[in-house]
């Protein structure tokens, strides 16, 4: 590694290799650091991504690191504890006790999906426990879903699913329906379960029910909601802050269309400032940004 480079990119998923591979193939030099957690890691593929429907997440961020590495661009395992201002950019600081200078910083942690703590939740996430309908609808159409009712969108939800299975199960559990959601839920086929949910029954690998009001509801598969909390907690010192997400479904970090946050010098792009973004759109805030930061660096030196 070098001290000194013109931009940090804190994250190595879609949004931040695609960033870097913006501003490496505009001559910048670029280290990107990532502690190897994208959100999608449990998933088998990734779908929706035109050009790679189901390539599994892995190889995807390997062909990213390839092509940051193609430009001369700089990729370290590696996890950033926090960051200081220093004169006109930054000091970075690892884990391990390195440290790092950029002129910029790109921000591309993602987010923490806060699964609910009730038995088999955890252990099924990303495969029989699923939260998306255009990530992994098609791969469980037809199958008898349950929806666990656990946030503001869970209507929503169940309505998106009920477009993929005839049999779809919204649990009310601790956020049940309002008459006028009832009413929309019975137009589109959706039954409702009431009691808490107290477990995702599992044997042998796979969802077999819910337990609800001590009841078990056969289901092979389960959606959720989760509230999503920006991964920036380490950044504070920077001034850089979350707010409530106007859909009530978490914290983010809020941008300008560009990416630029409030904190001057500093860029953020994909879930840590977008809740809802896949990794398409991840990756093209990612792209926005660095485009951006090249453009900003540029109109500085003249
Ligand atoms: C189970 C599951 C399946 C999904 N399937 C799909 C799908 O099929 N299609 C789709 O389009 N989207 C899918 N998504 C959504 C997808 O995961 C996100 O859109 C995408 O990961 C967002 O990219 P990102 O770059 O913003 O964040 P991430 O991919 O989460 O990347 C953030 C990176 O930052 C790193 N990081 C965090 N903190 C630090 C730190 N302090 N120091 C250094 N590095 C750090 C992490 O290790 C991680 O590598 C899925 C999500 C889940 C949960």
Redesign the pocket.
């Known amino acids: 590694m070098n001290e000194n480079y013109d931009v940090v990119v ?8 695609n960033g870097a591979l913006m501003l490496v193939r505009s001559r910048r030099s670029v280290l990107v ?8 890691a ?2 088998a ?5 035109l050009g790679h429907d189901g390539i599994p ?1 892995a190889e995807l ?1 390997a062909k990213g690191r390839a092509e940051v590495r193609s430009y001369g661009g700089e990729i370290e395992d ?4 926090g960051a200081e201002r220093a004169g006109d950019g930054f000091v970075v600081r690892l884990r391990d006790g390195r440290t790092v200078r950029a002129r910029r910083l790109l921000v ?4 923490v ?1 806060d699964l609910p703590d009730i038995p088999g939740v955890r252990e099924q ?2 495969s029989g426990v ?3 309908p ?3 609808g098609w791969e469980v159409r037809d199958r008898p879903i349950g929806v666990l009712a656990i946030g503001p969108m869970a209507t929503h939800q169940a309505l998106l699913f009920s477009q993929l299975s005839d049999d779809v199960i919204l649990f009310g559990h601790t956020n049940p329906p309002s008459p006028e959601q009832a009413a929309q839920l019975a137009k589109r086929r959706v039954r409702v379960v009431s009691g808490e949910v107290t477990e995702v029954v599992v044997e042998g690998g796979a969802i077999v029910g819910v337990r609800a009001g001590g009841t078990v509801v056969p289901r092979e598969v389960v959606a959720i909601g989760a509230p999503m909390r920006a ?1 920036v907690g ?1 950044l504070e010192s920077l001034g850089l802050k979350t707010v409530p997400h106007a859909s009530g479904m978490g914290e983010h970090v809020p941008v300008d269309p560009m990416g630029r946050t409030e904190v001057p010098g500093v860029w953020a ?4 400032a977008d809740l809802a ?7 093209s805030a ?1 792209a926005m940004a660095g485009a951006q930061i090249n453009a900003d660096l540029i109109m500085t030196s003249l």
């Open positions: 804190v994250g190595g998923g879609a949004a931040g290799l650091l990532d502690s190897g957690t994208p959100r999608n449990p998933a593929g990734v779908h929706g991504l997440p961020y590696a996890e950033v504890v591309t942690t993602g987010l999906d996430w990303g699923i939260h998306c255009y990530c992994h991964r380490f792009a994909g879930n840590v973004a896949q990794v398409g759109s991840a990756a990612g």
